[in-house]
């Protein structure tokens, strides 16, 4: 009996670690496909890989099963999209769509996609605490057990988030009370998932708490498998650089310990391993390379372009929204005119980008301002609300800042998301005025009625 395979033309043999997921997407991305079937294969049987002179994992070999030729296809970037493009180059995966003129067929115009870029170029709050709920509540739990390095890391990473993190006061309370909660026993080393998970379910207070839903705005993609969280973890990165550099709120962290802390999380609980591969690899050199806060600024934007770069024609990406080297012209015109030699960055990321030329100083400046508290959006852009005049953009900022935890505050001071300082000041004095007006009125009806009482008696 003729064999399954027989009837194909190539065959393509994925070989990975048993916890990945590609193979499994790959066989059902050519399921339907009559030239080509995909094979998992464990990167434990040590025969096939001597085989196929396999050395990396995940790797691809393709098989012409005429003649038993193979050879690897290499994709820079090892992930699913990638290896997916590489077979799609042999024979037709996924067929291309015909070009239609209905008028159910999409269409994308030049005001979708301005608007949709000048959203992708706001700093969101919803993003940002998107984002954190994300990784703690979905990427950190993922291990069953969380010990030793990993523990260190989550502690760490968690330390940040309290410290830096430019967060309402619910979040910001919460991961006040969640960082003290990691740190009361320095003797602990692991943590199991379930005991994690029980902690943050049951201490969700009106003042503190860690929100359950996602939604993403800035970071909000075409589709629902575009951008997202991913989108919202850089968002994030690039915040608390910021942040932690500020010279108003001085924090104890050094620029490096800032980077290393984003790498560990990273390292020990990014769920797309190859995306943490590549992170760190990029970030290897972090300790002679980053000495100071501004030098941890400007070492995640160059990493941040690299990555964009490289991921620049990925299946992955959304073509609604292109990824490019940041900051563009139209966001900071300035940022690539250089001036003298150590004041200008060249940067040349590869992956068909050419070699850039920046003026550091600007685009430090531009990045301490971007993402920086008073940019950050707690709504869409405060020009599309009627009630708000867009010459006063600055004034709706400082206005919005106020909903922001104070750090130099104790955690249950004025936790009334929405109330600002002046807010809660005007309500303790209104309070006020109202006692001392019933007291006031209590003495007068009061001397009144005993001096009426008085002449009676008399």
């Known amino acids: 009996m003729r064999s399954k395979t027989s009837a194909y033309r190539y065959l393509a043999l994925l070989f990975e670690e048993p916890n990945s997921y590609t193979g499994k997407v790959l066989i059902m ?30 790797s691809l070999i393709l098989i012409t099963l005429v003649d038993g030729q193979f050879k690897e296809l290499s994709p820079t970037n090892r992930t699913h999209a990638a290896f997916l493009r590489e077979l799609n180059k042999v024979t037709d995966i996924i067929p291309k769509m015909p070009v239609s003129e209905s008028t159910d067929a999409p269409v994308i115009n030049e005001d979708e996609i301005d608007r949709a870029k000048n959203i992708s170029s706001e700093v969101f709050i919803q993003d940002l605490v998107s984002g954190v709920s994300y990784a703690l509540r979905r990427e950190v739990p993922k291990k069953k057990l969380i010990d030793g390095a990993a523990f260190v890391a989550l502690k760490d990473w968690v330390e940040l988030l309290a ?111 190859h995306c943490r591969d590549h992170f760190l690899e990029m970030s290897k050199n972090i300790e002679t390379d980053v000495v100071n806060h501004e030098d941890s600024i400007l070492w995640l934007w160059r990493g941040h372009n690299k990555v964009n770069a490289r991921l620049k024609n990925d299946l992955s990406s959304d073509p609604l929204f292109p990824k490019y080297q940041f900051p563009p012209d139209y966001m900071c015109s ?117 001096k009426k009482m008085y002449k009676s008696y008399v």
């Open 29 to 58: 991305d050519t399921s339907k496909c009559d030239k080509m079937a995909v094979r998992r294969v464990a990167h434990t049987n040590s025969e096939m890989t001597a085989k196929y002179n396999v050395n990396e994992f995940p």
């Open 163 to 273: 410290k830096c993190l430019p967060a309402e006061r619910h979040l910001a309370s919460f991961l006040a009370l969640l960082n003290k909660w990691l740190n009361k026993d320095p003797s602990q080393t692991s943590l199991r998932s379930s005991d994690y998970l029980k902690y943050i379910g049951s201490n969700q207070e009106w003042d503190s708490y860690l929100p359950v839903q996602i939604e993403w705005r800035g970071c909000k993609g075409s589709k629902a498998r575009y951008r997202g969280f991913p989108c919202s973890l850089w968002t994030l990165f690039h915040t608390l650089t910021v942040r932690c550099s500020s010279t108003t709120q001085p924090v104890d962290l050094t620029g490096f310990q800032v980077i290393n802390r984003i790498r560990k999380f990273v390292d020990h609980f990014f769920g797309c391993r």
């Open 334 to 450: 300035e940022c690539r005119k250089s001036t003298t030699f150590d004041n200008t960055i060249e940067t040349n990321p590869g992956f068909g980008v050419g070699p850039v030329k920046w003026n550091r100083r600007v685009v430090l400046q531009f990045f301490k301002e971007h993402f920086g508290p008073d940019n950050i959006r707690i709504k869409d852009s405060p020009k599309d609300s009627a009630d708000i005049d867009s010459d006063n953009t600055d004034a709706v900022r400082r206005r919005f800042s106020y909903i922001f935890y104070p750090r130099t505050a104790s955690p249950g001071s004025f936790a009334v998301v929405g109330l600002s300082n002046v807010d809660m000041s005007f309500c303790v004095f209104l309070y006020g005025t109202v006692i001392a007006v019933v007291i006031g009125l209590y003495i007068y009806f009061i001397r009144r009625r005993t």
